[in-house]
């Protein structure tokens, strides 16, 4: 299995956005030492949680300071920009870091109705998502009528961060899939991945593929790996009390709070569910994921407060996977 990771720019309590930027690089550096595949980064608008909202920008400086891996978006939100803008953005990417660009693509809208006011975009709008994926990949093919600059003569790979209604675009179109947050949990996922692979309609040669993309910490006993995945289950359960996904706390900082029952229950629920622990058992939940999705490829999204540990276990998970 294919090992890549996806850094979504989390921000600290204790640091400003320039810090969540710069460590967002640093990692990328460090993962194409240790040896793994893509990198990935991701579009999130005005969330005081996440530094970037602007995947192809960040991409430009991780491409700089990298070489060899592969860098892409997980994802560009397609129905808040131009199928032509978010070309020639791929594109120019592609021509200054050759054959190394993914562009993911994905269909969410904003975080909340001021977003999604600020974006120009409403829940009620028309779906033009499919039509907006076509058209796409006509101007990275050079099928359209318009020709994108910078002409590489390189197709640069669209991929689908879908779920039940994506699976069925991505298969009509032909493109690789990326499954993560509560639709690896369904009871669902194993059907509507077979429905994907039976239903695929390839493109240039294409084949069904499946990419599945979720937090995973390794730490040299399943406590400290605990500890590791309580920032982001903090974060998350805390988020749902006030409509506002925060800066990571430290550990420390988490523990000296006090915990009110509804969250506690969904901290100590979260924790349960995370892919956390020792590299034989995280070895043992990856393998009974990747039975039941047959993914060819695991886009860890992990993330803690403390950086260096969160570099340790990203080196600690390439080594068990490898």
Request: without cysteine.
């Amino acid at each position: 299995m294919l090992l890549s990771l996806l850094d979504r720019s989390r921000t600290r309590a204790d640091s400003d956005d320039a810090e969540a930027l710069e460590a967002t690089v640093a990692r990328a550096v460090h993962a194409e030492a240790v040896d793994y595949e893509r990198f990935w980064v991701a579009e999130h608008h005005a969330v005081p949680g996440i530094a970037s909202g602007t995947p192809t920008v960040l991409l430009a400086a991780v491409g700089a300071r990298t070489s060899r891996i592969r860098i892409g978006s997980g994802g560009v939100m397609l129905p808040l920009h131009q199928p032509l803008v978010v070309a020639e953005q791929a594109r120019l990417l592609d021509a200054l870091h050759p054959g190394r660009v993914d562009l993911g693509l994905g269909r969410s809208l904003g975080f909340t109705p001021p977003v999604r006011q600020a974006l120009r975009r409403e829940l009620d709008e028309p779906d033009t998502f499919e039509d907006d994926l076509r058209e796409l990949r006509g101007y990275l093919e050079d099928t359209a009528a318009v020709t994108v600059r910078p002409v590489t003569g390189r197709v640069v790979p669209m991929h689908l961060l879908a779920t039940g209604r994506g699976l069925a675009v991505a298969a009509r179109l032909g493109l690789p899939v990326v499954v993560g947050g509560p639709a690896l949990d369904s009871d669902e996922l194993p059907g509507l991945l077979a429905t994907y692979r039976r239903d695929f309609r390839p493109h240039r040669g294409s084949e069904p593929r499946v990419t599945v993309s979720l937090d995973v910490l390794v730490a040299d006993d399943d406590a400290t790996a605990r500890e590791l995945a309580l920032p982001e289950a903090w974060a998350m359960a805390r988020s749902r009390q006030t409509g506002e996904f925060a800066p990571l706390e430290s550990v420390k900082a988490i523990r000296d709070q006090r915990w009110p029952d509804q969250v506690r229950r969904r901290v100590e629920s979260s924790l349960d569910r995370a892919v956390a622990g020792t590299p034989s058992s995280v070895a043992r939940r990856l393998e009974r994921l990747v039975e039941r999705t047959g993914a060819a490829e695991l886009l860890a999204s992990s993330s803690t407060h403390d950086r260096d540990a969160l570099l340790a276990s990203d080196r600690m998970l390439r080594d068990l996977v490898a």
